[in-house]
């Protein structure tokens, strides 16, 4: 079984790349997970988006900290399975922190977990306890697994993958934009990189317009962000799981420039 998971797309320079790289190679992979918060204008997601990205291909679109910066977002997320946020908010937020996506063929089932971090981070419950909590109900389903573990602090990604170690086919960090040189196929055969990268402009700083953001560290006063337009990249891995127990054969980064 082969995925592609897109790192955080960022703006419309993310979605343009996004675009052309799934209309060209989508074929390639049995499912496709994308990383989708920073999607609209750098911060949250609309349903028109979210359209966009499962038209071309995505079966699962997950988020993290910025999931409910645009308001609209609640006017849908109950309504759209294939939409995900942080599992570890509490049971009264809407939403789903889980989905299990379904091969175009109808034969192969791929449960995604979406999990956020608490170091640096908002006020979530033990990412660690939720995984324990969810994994045995997903596994009754499928043996396929993967998780995007959104958190700021490669301390706490790397112990997740450690944790994770022979219970899921892949942990796939996001959040901090900047793809590490760490993939790797774990002992236990977990497919893991501490951060897949960010889709978008990387003449920035992580997807913001560097004049923008320079002014906010020198002045140290409020200043409002735009996304940066130069030097696309799409940065992804590919990971292929192995189909008799799920684990991961490899995962190879992607970096695609637009």
């Not at 942080?86 to 922190?97: I, L």
Request: aromatic share 8%; proline share 4%; with cysteine.
């Amino acid at each position: 079984m082969k995925i592609l998971f897109i790192g955080d797309i960022v703006g419309n320079p993310g979605r343009t790349a996004t675009t052309q790289f799934l209309n060209e190679h989508r074929h390639e992979y049995d499912f496709i997970v994308a990383n989708g918060e920073n999607a609209a204008g750098g911060k949250g997601l609309t349903f028109e988006i979210v359209d966009q990205l499962l038209a071309l291909g995505v079966s699962v679109i997950t988020t993290g900290n910025h999931v409910w910066d645009k308001k609209e977002i609640f006017d849908f997320v109950d309504t759209t399975p294939q939409l995900i946020r942080p599992a570890n908010y509490p049971t009264v937020v809407p939403g789903r922190g889980v989905m299990i996506a379904t091969s175009n063929d109808g034969q192969t089932q791929l449960g995604v977990i979406n999990l956020a971090g608490q170091i640096f981070m908002n006020r979530y419950t033990n990412p660690f306890h939720a995984l324990n909590d969810i994994l045995d109900k997903v596994k009754v389903i499928t043996p396929y697994i993967l998780l995007d573990f959104h958190a700021e602090a490669t301390s706490e990604k790397i112990a997740m993958g450690w944790h994770s170690d022979g219970k899921v086919g892949a942990v796939i960090g996001t959040h901090t934009h900047v793809q590490t040189a760490d993939a790797r196929v774990l002992p236990q055969g977990t497919a893991y990189i501490t951060d897949v990268g960010m889709t978008g402009p990387y003449d920035s700083v992580i997807g913001m317009r560097t004049k923008e953001v320079l002014n906010g560290f020198l002045t140290m006063m409020p200043t409002r962000f735009s996304v940066a337009k130069d030097n696309v990249i799409l940065c992804a891995v590919e990971i292929e799981l192995d189909e008799g127990t799920g684990m991961a054969v490899s995962i190879t980064p992607v970096q695609r420039q637009y």
